[in-house]
């Protein structure tokens, strides 16, 4: 089954691919595609966002669409920057920034108040516009300074306590074995199973 994936982030592009490897899926880039959509994320939940992303480029392919919204909650911070995450300090500021000025807010709190979780809900929109949204988290807390260089993003600060490392320190396979993107896109699996297309066994 060939759908397309609406996102303009690379990284995920990467971890989406790695994920759905050996599924009953084809994913298809929007450059792949050649759609694109520059879509205002105006929701307030991450739910909403995906939806809004998926529903554009199905609209505008007339093709299957997948879209992932995806985030870092930290508690302390009142689950900041959450569905700002990558608009956090603005869109273009690098990570390294922005995970010193998230670490300087966090700077003497305490391990037991650094709780946080990365956050992924997964859309997949029909061209008829009917759709079917999942949701999955990763827990961790926010680590005292960055460590590693795998994944992108948040990953050099998201510490696992189960893990003794943060996610960026993680090879990639171990990582999506327990993200939240990996998560998600394991239960939309079994969504997208159902699809007659998938079921039925025609492209
Ligand atoms: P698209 O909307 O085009 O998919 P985007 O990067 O703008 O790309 P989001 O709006 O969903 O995507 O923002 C997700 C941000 O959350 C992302 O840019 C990272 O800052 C952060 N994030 C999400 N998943 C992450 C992960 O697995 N590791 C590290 N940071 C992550």
């Not at 694109?36 to 966002?49: H, I, L, Q, R, S």
């Not at 391990?111 to 992924?120: L, M, Y």
């Not at 061209?127 to 961790?140: F, L």
């Amino acid at each position: 089954m060939k759908v397309v994936f609406a996102t303009g982030n690379e990284n995920k592009l990467k971890e989406i691919r790695q994920i759905t490897e050996g599924m009953d899926i084809e994913i298809v880039s929007m450059k792949d595609a050649g759609f694109y959509a520059d879509v205002e994320e105006t929701g307030t939940t991450f739910e909403e966002n995906a939806f809004l992303k998926a529903s554009a480029i199905a609209k505008k392919s007339g093709l299957p669409t997948l879209a992932d919204d995806s985030g870092l909650e930290i508690d302390y911070l009142g689950k900041e920057p959450g569905i700002y995450s990558s608009r956090y300090m603005g869109e273009d500021t690098p990570y390294p920034v922005k995970n010193a000025e998230l670490l300087r807010r966090m700077e003497g709190v305490a391990d037991e108040d650094r709780t946080a979780r990365f956050v992924c809900a997964v859309c997949y929109v029909r061209p008829d516009g009917t759709s079917e949204t999942v949701r999955a988290t990763m827990e961790g807390i926010v680590a005292h300074a960055p460590a590693g260089a795998n994944g992108f993003g948040y990953d050099p600060i998201f510490y696992l306590p189960d893990r003794g490392c943060t996610s960026a320190e993680l090879p990639s396979e171990e990582k999506n074995a327990i993200s939240h993107r990996g998560k998600a896109l394991r239960m939309m699996r079994e969504i997208l199973e159902k699809e007659p297309q998938v079921a039925g066994g025609a492209q």
